[in-house]
């Protein structure tokens, strides 16, 4: 199993503003991934960021507007850039533990509101 | 692409009765992963059950059971003695066996009534 600390839990944010959300786990991974969940919707997957590589990102979702690091095995960071009011989503981290029982680990995610 | 369908937005139910969720996908991979994970209003997602493609028994994990029919590409998940902290919203989900990431539903909102 894994424990994700991801940081901060919520913020609220002046739009053309920029928030960095930390991502933390117990142990190391090879793959992270990044979540978006807009009000009442399902998850939409914004990156996969490996350790020592570019992330990967998804159809819609440009590094411009969300860079991501990740400088170690056991943490990332999302920075949300440039924000509107389209931008207020709840963010969460995941990690899948790679093993036989693969099952994926989710942080308690960031409410980001937008003004 | 794979898709998860969830066709019910919401369901509720009486306490300590039986509820079904269900969910259908769409993949031409053979093997496979499917999951349902609850969200309750703490935001914290949690795996509520998992069941491999190539097996054809049904998972079960307490009072949560599925209904896996590989053929109709159909997984629903039975919850029995239905409590209130079930309340949350599910999540169907879907990884293929050499895949990277999870595809999701649109999640059902379930509601316990007292």
């Known amino acids: 199993s894994a424990v994700i600390s991801q940081k901060p839990s919520r913020d609220i944010c002046q739009r053309g503003t920029s928030l960095t959300i930390q991502c933390q786990v117990d142990s190391q991974v090879t793959m992270m991934f990044w979540y978006r969940q807009q009000p009442g919707q399902s998850l939409t997957l914004i990156a996969t960021a490996n350790q020592g590589s570019e992330a990967t990102y998804e159809s819609g979702f440009v590094i411009d507007k969300f860079p991501i690091s990740r400088p170690n095995l056991t943490f990332s960071t999302l920075t949300v850039s440039n924000m509107s009011p389209e931008d207020s989503s709840i963010y969460l981290c995941?990690?899948?533990?790679?093993?036989?029982?693969?099952?994926?680990?989710f942080g308690q995610g960031t409410r980001l509101t937008v003004v | 692409a794979q898709t998860v369908t969830q066709s019910q937005p919401e369901m509720s139910v009486q306490e300590a009765e039986t509820v079904t969720l269900s969910c259908t996908y769409d993949?031409?991979?053979?093997?496979?992963?499917l999951f349902w994970y609850k969200q309750p209003p703490s935001r914290q997602m949690i795996l509520v059950i998992r069941?491999?493609?190539?097996?054809?028994q049904n998972a079960t994990e307490n009072r949560f059971s599925v209904n896996f029919q590989k053929a109709a590409k159909s997984f629903s998940l039975k919850i029995s003695d239905s409590q209130l902290g079930d309340a949350a919203m599910y999540f169907c989900a879907y990884r293929a066996f050499y895949g990277q990431n999870f595809v999701f539903g649109p999640g059902t909102r379930l509601s316990v009534l007292p």
């Open positions: 993949t031409s991979e053979s093997d496979y992963y």
């Open positions: 995941s990690v899948e533990d790679g093993g036989f029982n693969t099952e994926a680990f």
């Open positions: 069941q491999e493609a190539y097996k054809q």
